[in-house]
């Protein structure tokens, strides 16, 4: 199953490819994010209820999204690190997991900002707010994990064995957070869903959503590629990289 | 394109009397995004660094194994 | 070679090991009685003050105790080489991690049930409210410790263990915090917590079910 | 041939310990692996216990690969490692116990077996108040219950007196008698009546 994948798994052949694909993205997710808040900011009516302050949606909803999105993709490289033991994608969670605690931090950031005109507070104990600060815990843990061992290895592996735990509890505790807003609190003032929103206003926001992904993607390369560069650092061709880089600079 | 929502660049800046809080999310989330590429970017580098010393560091041990067999 | 001989000799293994290190498990207990009592002192002692807060407060401490506890499960074990030896034997794991979890039960959970009566006195519970907090931490406690397990089999080789224990796992504790409070809030009306009570139940089951293979797991990277 | 290994390479903390590493255990033989302080002995000896995977290379037990034979390659093996695996708070006689369920070790006399260990009349007191020595014959009583022919053992002579060093080597002698093969290394020289000791000299790479 999946064999046009092997190649993928030998660290030199995944460095070049990721290599290429960075110069690729990189540059796309700029324009595309920049398209989007421009388009967000400035060329879009104002919301008869929030005024201007609803567009901070199109920084906070993709963030929001993707915190989860990039919690599931790094389970997914966990999961196929342990079971069919494939080394690239156990150096893959120490790579993703900090994007993912940086989206998380941005969604509650900008939660915080939002909410702020909206509530009169920085912090409300909103459903969807706890359960992003509990993500972003689950991400430190991740990262903790990764580094708390002499042997890079077994931080890898540990790192993998939490993320997919992670991902087990991710739902039980959403619908758990979920449940105990409502005994609590009631229902919020404002239901904080993305309010019904016509097209001239849905357009940039699905743009930024895709920003951000692409943005994933391109960190994702750079990252995998350090810790690529890491992990082989005994092997000949990294010696070789090393040497063409630092002959580069000169 | 639709049109620019606003009369005029201030306007645009006062953001509706929410200025502060829209460009603080904004400007927060790009400098979150630019910090993380940077710190990345910056960790590769290192790592260059790290290893074009320890390869200066075994041709010197060669170098003096090498004297010694002489 | 089975799971039950190994389950069977690691648990008496373990259960001598608990009677005579009575330390192991007098501490975690003595840790859950100090913080009950500080909350009074924190909080301010009036009886209906304290009754409300009480659910939270008896889990949160009931929470860290078992945590405070488990750092300790495999360690020992570790440094003497006694894992290494059932990792290179491939011997059974699951019966080892399995009595091992159920020892911790034993030495971390079972003495907060004896002892939650002390609670009805210390923060004034109803007798429902009792029954309730008796009942959730039967079913709460061996939660607590197969998830505390799985975090000590995580952080065995790393050196600095307990703090990042903590880190990793209480995130996991949050959905059984909130249902067994609320659980025991409900009973301090006299509604009826079943519900709460059978969401507590489910967790257990799915924690039994899938906790010892990644406990097993965990074990075998941390030794080699 | 029992276990052979072939293009073996180990790295810990960036630094390759051996490389293109060849090695065969043949039946009655004993192997000595020896080498300068950190130049992989007891990495080499975990990598062939199975307990940890190297970077490269296979090892083969009988001729096939570990990934299909790890099983009965676990249940032929007796892996004694640095740590003496002895739990200090338990008698040497309940470590026996525990260790018999768990490694499915042969019935015997546990009092008779650690008297000729010369730990008569230290068999029900807590390992904890035992030398190191003595903590070590405990561990090293496992090799006289168990039936696994290839005993890898990990400095097997450190911490013990002359008497049960003369112990062991006698029993390792038999052992190899019934086709065992023994995997070790010493800081000693080692010296088995009837056998030949083969020497594996393990080059300390910066």
């Given at each position: ?9 030998k660290?030199?052949?995944l460095?070049?490819?990721l290599l ?7 540059p ?17 009516p104002a919301?008869?209820q ?10 906070h ?9 990039v ?8 999961f196929?690190a342990?079971v069919w033991q ?14 993912g605690?940086?989206y998380t ?9 939002w ?11 909103d459903?969807r707010?706890?359960?992003?600060l ?12 990764q ?12 790192a993998?064995?939490?993320a997919?735990?992670g991902?087990?509890?991710l739902?039980?505790?959403?619908y ?19 309010p019904?929103?016509?097209p001239?206003m ?9 920003g ?15 810790a690529?560069?890491?992990?082989e ?5 990294v ?6 880089q630092q002959?580069?600079?000169? | ?10 306007d645009?800046l ?7 809080f829209?460009w ?10 630019l910090?993380l590429?940077?710190y ?8 260059i ?14 170098q ?7 | 070679?089975s799971?039950?001989?190994?389950f069977?000799a ?11 290190q ?14 009950l ?13 304290l ?8 889990w949160i ?9 488990a750092?300790?499960?495999f360690?020992?074990?570790y440094?003497?080489g ?14 080892y ?8 039960w ?7 049930i ?8 210390f923060?004034?519970?109803s ?20 998830l505390?397990a ?12 307990g703090?990042?224990?903590?880190l ?7 959905p ?5 409070s ?26 039994l079910?899938?906790v010892p293979?990644?406990?097993q ?5 941390n030794?080699? | 041939?029992?276990?052979s ?13 051996f ?6 255990l043949?039946?009655?033989e ?13 990495s ?12 490269d290379?296979e ?6 690969p570990?990934?299909?034979?790890a099983?009965d ?6 892996f ?5 695996g002895v ?9 026996l ?6 490694f ?16 008569a ?8 108040q ?9 561990s ?12 890898i053992l ?8 002359q ?8 029993h ?7 086709g065992?093969a ?6 000693q ?9 083969r020497e594996?000299?393990l080059?300390?790479?910066?």
């Open positions: 199953m999946f064999k046009w994948l092997d190649p993928y798994a660290p030199q052949v460095f070049a490819t290429w694909w960075q110069r690729g993205l990189m796309l997710s700029i324009v595309v994010l920049l398209l989007g808040t421009i388009w967000g900011l400035g060329f879009t919301d008869y929030q005024g201007d302050s609803y567009r901070i949606i199109h920084v909803v993709p963030a929001a999204i993707w915190s989860m999105g919690y599931a993709w790094m389970a997914i490289a966990a196929i342990l494939v080394k690239t994608a156990q150096w893959a969670i120490g790579a993703i997991a900090p994007i605690a940086v931090l941005i969604a509650l950031f900008t939660g915080a900002a909410g702020k005109p909206m509530w009169g507070t920085w912090w409300v104990w459903a707010l706890t359960s992003e509990i993500l972003l815990f689950l991400f430190l843990g991740v990262m903790a994990l580094n708390a061992f002499a042997d890079r290895q077994t931080g890898d592996k540990a993998a064995v939490l997919v735990v991902v087990v509890n739902p039980i505790i959403h758990s957070v979920e449940w105990w807003n409502t005994l609590h609190q009631g229902a919020t003032i404002t239901k904080f869903a993305k019904s929103m016509d001239s849905l357009w940039p926001l699905l743009i930024c959503i895709l951000f992904a692409l943005l994933f993607g391109a960190l994702t390369c750079l990252r995998l590629r350090t690529i560069l890491q992990h650092a005994h092997r000949p061709w010696r070789q990289y090393v040497e063409e002959d580069a600079k000169l | 394109m639709p049109s620019f929502n606003f009369t005029s660049f201030s645009f006062a953001m509706g009397g929410y200025g502060f829209v603080l999310s904004f400007g927060g989330s790009i400098g979150a995004l910090a590429g940077w990345s970017k910056r960790q590769q580098q290192q790592f660094q790290q290893q074009s010393g320890r390869a200066a560091r075994e041709a010197r041990v060669r003096q194994q090498d004297r010694e067999q002489v | 070679m799971h039950i001989a190994v069977r690691t648990l008496e293994r373990e259960l001598k090991l608990l009677a005579r009575k330390a192991d498990w007098v501490n975690p207990l003595l840790f859950f009685i100090i913080i009592t500080l909350f009074p002192l924190g909080v301010g002692a009036k009886p209906n003050l009754r409300e807060i009480a659910p939270g407060v008896i401490a009931a929470l860290l105790s078992v945590l405070l506890g750092e300790r499960q360690r020992q074990d440094r003497d006694v894992l290494e030896q059932l990792v290179a034997a491939r011997a059974p794991l699951l019966g991690s399995l009595a091992k979890i159920a020892a911790g034993i030495g971390s959970g079972l003495p907060l004896l002892v939650s009566p002390l609670l009805a006195l923060l004034g519970l007798a429902e409210a009792l029954l309730a907090v008796v009942l959730t931490l039967l079913l709460g406690t061996p939660l607590l410790s197969l505390s799985l975090g000590a089999a995580l952080t065995l080789s790393a050196d600095k263990g703090i990042l224990l903590a990793i796992i209480l995130p996991l504790y949050i059984l915090l909130i249902f067994a609320a659980a025991v809030e409900q009973a301090g009306f006299g509604l009826n917590y079943q519900a709460q009570l059978a969401v507590l139940a489910a967790m257990l089951c799915v924690a079910a899938l293979i990644a406990v797991k965990a074990l075998k990277l030794v080699g | 041939m029992l276990l290994a072939r293009q073996l390479s180990c790295v810990r903390q960036d630094r390759v310990l490389e293109q590493l060849d090695l065969q043949h039946a009655s004993v192997l000595q692996i020896a080498g300068k302080n950190g130049a992989g002995k007891s080499l000896l975990r990598i062939l216990a199975g307990l940890c995977e190297p970077e290379g090892i083969y037990y009988q001729q096939l570990l990934a299909q034979s099983d390659y676990a249940d032929n093996l007796c004694i490692g640095h740590l003496a739990q200090p708070q338990l008698t040497a006689l309940e470590n116990v525990f260790w018999r369920a768990c499915a070790l042969k019935p015997a006399d546990d009092w008779a077996l650690l008297a000729t260990l010369g730990l009349g230290l068999e029900d007191i807590p390992c904890q035992l030398s190191a020595g003595q903590q070590r014959r405990v090293l009583a496992r090799l006289w219950l168990t039936s696994a022919q290839i005993w990990d400095e097997p002579f450190t911490a013990l007196d008497s049960a060093i003369a112990a062991l080597t006698a390792i002698a038999a052992h190899c008698s019934q065992g023994v995997l070790l290394t010493s800081h020289p080692v010296d088995i009546p009837g056998y030949a000791v594996f000299m080059e300390y790479r910066w």
